[in-house]
């Protein structure tokens, strides 16, 4: 199946921050849920959105933008996995994605039939803390191997993550990680987050994360 | 034990490469071996410096320079679990470190007694690779747990590391890496790099990666 990928271009907007309102504005009046998923390179952003995606397009029409430096194997794979719209955003060496470049990757999927869209940000925990992409929503995946500290050393993103999202438990028997003390970690930065243990490559808990989303884009959109 | 922290201070040099080539001419007069160690957040970089420099002690004298966007926790951990002189770098926010930040980081430990200084950078695949710190040579860690199709989608950070660690090999029964692959994937992107696997928590191959260092500083000082 042929994707299509997008060399973003570099915003022009100074100010992000309002660009990003803007667009979350337009989102609302449209009825389109926007989920920025940051995380770690490697802490299973696109194997958690294949399995999330095939469960949530029973009931939604979803879309994937796909950000990454260079390569297009995300967006080949969420297509070959997923009935879901996906489109590569190339983010020409920059690390993050801004509001204006996120307007660019939602023109081009085009979003007038689609309920729910997953931005897959760059894999980085600094940058795409710092830029609002104009989401609805920002949440993070958070992986058992990168160890229960993460909170302590990367504030912002976990400050700014709705929902954290930790995943690969089914190796917690092989690392030393602290699901507790992790919780109590992530609390601290942001004491209205929502912790949703899972291991997307065996399923665990995946009903519990649907059933989280499920709730949200219903209140979103009033129904 | 008391740990430094330092406030790094942004840079004014507009020119970092000429920068970075003063700073590595200095170190070399100096005969001073400066390891840029790079990786995502929670690869391994401490756990591996820890065991590495418990190993490299016998022979030389090491500083180690943490750098973190908050939190003491990893200079502590080594100044607590290795003999070396460790300092706390706060860069602030940002996410990456250039070679003055690098160089007002040397100036607080004091090299003078020092054969080996490891840099520990920001954990993230992008930025960091693209400013020289001045460092004698440019390292990364990739873990098991992050996948073997990272060289594919961070390309400039391989293309930079001379040395490229593959950490938490023993790891490797409860992850779909191909370690063959990920290899060719990186002599893609820098046909030159030095591939060597380990596992920092076992101990595994520890012996090969101490035979490196020590090749390369007894070549870079003569002896």
Not at 7 to 13: A, C, E, H, I, T
Not at 101 to 115: A, K, Y
Request: charged residues 25%; proline residues 3%.
């Amino acid at each position: 199946m042929g994707v299509r990928t997008i060399l973003l271009q570099k915003s022009v907007f100074e100010d992000n921050d309002n660009q990003a309102n803007i667009l979350r504005e337009k989102l609302k009046n449209k009825g389109v849920f926007l989920v920025n998923v940051m995380s770690s390179p490697g802490a299973g952003k696109t194997t958690t959105l294949i399995n999330l995606i095939n469960r949530l397009s029973k009931t939604y029409r979803i879309g994937v933008m796909e950000a990454d430096i260079d390569s297009d194997v995300d967006a080949i794979k969420v297509a070959e996995k997923t009935n879901s719209k996906s489109v590569q955003l190339h983010t020409d060496g920059m690390c993050h994605l801004d509001a204006a470049m996120t307007e660019q990757g939602l023109d081009e999927i085009g979003i007038e039939d689609l309920d729910i869209v997953f931005l897959e940000n760059v894999g980085n925990l600094v940058c795409p803390a710092e830029y609002d992409t104009g989401a609805t929503m920002d949440m993070m995946i958070l992986s058992v191997p990168e160890g229960d500290d993460k909170p302590l050393k990367y504030p912002l993103i976990f400050q700014k993550s709705s929902l954290v999202v930790i995943n690969k438990i089914d190796a917690l028997p092989y690392f030393n990680f602290d699901v507790e003390k992790c919780k109590k970690s992530i609390l601290m930065r942001n004491k209205n987050a929502t912790i949703i243990p899972i291991s997307a490559k065996t399923s665990e808990n995946m009903d519990e994360l649907v059933k989280f989303f499920d709730n949200k884009v219903k209140e979103y959109t009033n129904k």
